[in-house]
Structures are given as structure tokens and as C-alpha cells.
């Protein structure tokens, strides 16, 4: 996928972040405690974060209506640690390594994820490398998706404007 087909031009504002810094990147994968995917990286310094022109093709959507890419920042929307498990006893429980599942897309009913669970550490301790997984509160607790960001990219295509 060329990154520069990737974001839907212009922006839209409220679903961007500031530009991305060397700065901001260090601070959130120090958070996260996660090296951030170099292509996703790569794709933020682009744009920070914003709603996408591609998307998964019809017969491979993992039940999702995916149209962004949340950035690094302030904003709300944000990749961050969020809680997409639900302690209410109608969801399935808290999986093991949860902490280590960071969406990246979605509404609550379905994330989007980068899953660092399975993840080597590098020399800051951070781990790399993740495979891409959908969380679907409703339905499958869990899907497949690829092993990497570059395998989950290669995937979209470019959806009607």
C-alpha cells in the first residue's frame, strides 16, 4: 500500500493530531512500553492520526467498519492503552496480556489492535513486532488479522470516495 494513498485528504481536523515529533513517539512507546511499527510510524509523520481512504475489501472486513487510524497526542483520538475489556459480567472476561492488546481503530463493540502478547523485548525493554487482531465484544472475542502492520497494510484497498 503507498502510504500516500492511505489518509483521505483534507484532513479531518478533529480526527488529527498535532505533526508527529522524534519527542511525542519516544514519550508514547515509553508509555505503551511498546515499539511502535515502523510503517505505522512512518504513516504518522505522513499524518498524524485521521480517517483513512482504504479499508478492508468487502469479503474480508472482520466485521468492522475500520476508517481511521487513531495518532499520538493530546486528541481524543489517540493510540493509547484503553480499556476494551469490559468488567461488566455480560462481556467476556479480561483476557491474559491484555495490557499488551493497543488499539489502533474502533468503537468499543470492536477494536482494531496492535498485539504485542507474543512480542520479543528489544534493549529498552520495550516489545516489537506485533501482529494486528480485531477484538469484537459482540461476536468473536477475537480474530486474526496479520502477523505484522506491513501484512495488515497490504490487505486495504482503496475505498469509494
Known sequence: MDPAQVWRVPP?????QSPL??????????????????????LLRLQNGGVL????????????THHLIRGIGPGSDRIEKAAWWHEDP??????????????FDGDGHWDLCLDYRRSLTDQAGL???PAIIVIDSECDPETFVADSFDGYLNQLVLGED
Do not use: K, M
Not at 481512504?53 to 468487502?58: A, L
Not at 455480560?90 to 488499539?103: K, L
Open 127 to 129: 516489545r516489537t513486532d
Open 12 to 16: 479531518a481536523p478533529l480526527r488529527t
Open 53 to 64: 481512504r482504504v479499508c478492508f475489501p468487502d469479503e474480508r472486513n472482520y466485521n468492522t
Open 21 to 42: 515529533t522524534d519527542e511525542l513517539l519516544d514519550s508514547a512507546e515509553r508509555q505503551l512500553g511498546v515499539r511502535l511499527p515502523e510503517s505505522l510510524v512512518h
Open 90 to 103: 455480560d462481556f467476556p472476561s479480561r483476557p491474559t496480556g491484555a495490557e499488551w492488546v493497543i488499539p
